[in-house]
């Protein structure tokens, strides 16, 4: 049997979600719950996405905010 898996997949949002609720935290828009609640719903959508797409082993701890303040 052959398994489907990718070596990483985008994690920043179809349309660069996570880019902009971090630059929102750090302007002060967002608070620190909101955007780990946004992430975090961020990286299920990646996840389901890439299920849908018939990927049998789904790459994780690929997720990274680059550096805090």
Do not use: C
Request: glycine letters at 6%.
């Amino acid at each position: 049997m052959v398994y489907a898996t990718n070596l990483g997949y985008p994690r920043i949002g179809r349309k660069r979600e996570l880019k902009k609720s971090l630059e929102q935290f750090w302007a002060g828009e967002l608070s620190e719950a909101t955007l780990l609640e946004q992430t975090a719903t961020q990286r299920k959508h990646t996840w389901a996405l890439q299920q849908q797409l018939g990927l049998q082993h789904i790459p994780s701890n690929d997720f990274s905010l680059y550096v805090w303040r």
